[in-house]
């Protein structure tokens, strides 16, 4: 798994964490459900490999691609829900204060 990273603001944050630790974990949060999925990974970062480069290179953005990172995943681990606030879309938000407003009146 990996994503392109592009030519920006010259902060290299990611980057630079990356030269120190290549251990890292990503978190996808599904706060409808209450469902947390932590990723376990080893994250590299590919400067030099076209093939790879291409591989993240998405092609409706006009950006160049100056690397990758590429992550080797080693585990996951579904989270406790217990501190997972439930947040809903502004749709189902309008929808409840619709029905709210319906039955006040």
């Given at each position: 798994?990996?994503f392109a990273d592009y030519l920006?603001?010259?902060?290299?944050?990611?980057?630079?964490?990356?030269?120190?630790?290549?251990?890292?974990?990503?978190?996808?949060?599904?706060?409808?459900?209450?469902?947390?999925?932590?990723?376990?990974v080893r994250a590299r970062i590919?400067?030099?490999?076209?093939a790879i480069l291409a591989q993240?290179?998405?092609?409706?953005?006009?950006?160049?691609?100056?690397?990758?990172?590429?992550?080797?995943?080693?585990?996951?681990?579904?989270?406790?829900?217990?501190?997972?606030?439930?947040?809903?879309?502004?749709?189902?938000?309008?929808?409840?204060?619709?029905?709210?407003?319906?039955?006040?009146?």
């Amino acid at each position: 798994m990996g994503f392109a990273d592009y030519l920006g603001n010259v902060q290299y944050i990611s980057v630079g964490n990356l030269s120190e630790h290549d251990k890292t974990f990503l978190f996808l949060m599904d706060y409808r459900n209450r469902h947390r999925l932590k990723i376990l990974v080893r994250a590299r970062i590919v400067e030099d490999d076209p093939a790879i480069l291409a591989q993240v290179q998405d092609l409706d953005y006009p950006a160049t691609v100056e690397r990758a990172i590429i992550f080797e995943i080693e585990g996951c681990d579904w989270n406790c829900p217990q501190h997972i606030p439930v947040r809903y879309s502004q749709a189902v938000v309008e929808a409840m204060q619709a029905r709210i407003r319906e039955l006040e009146n």
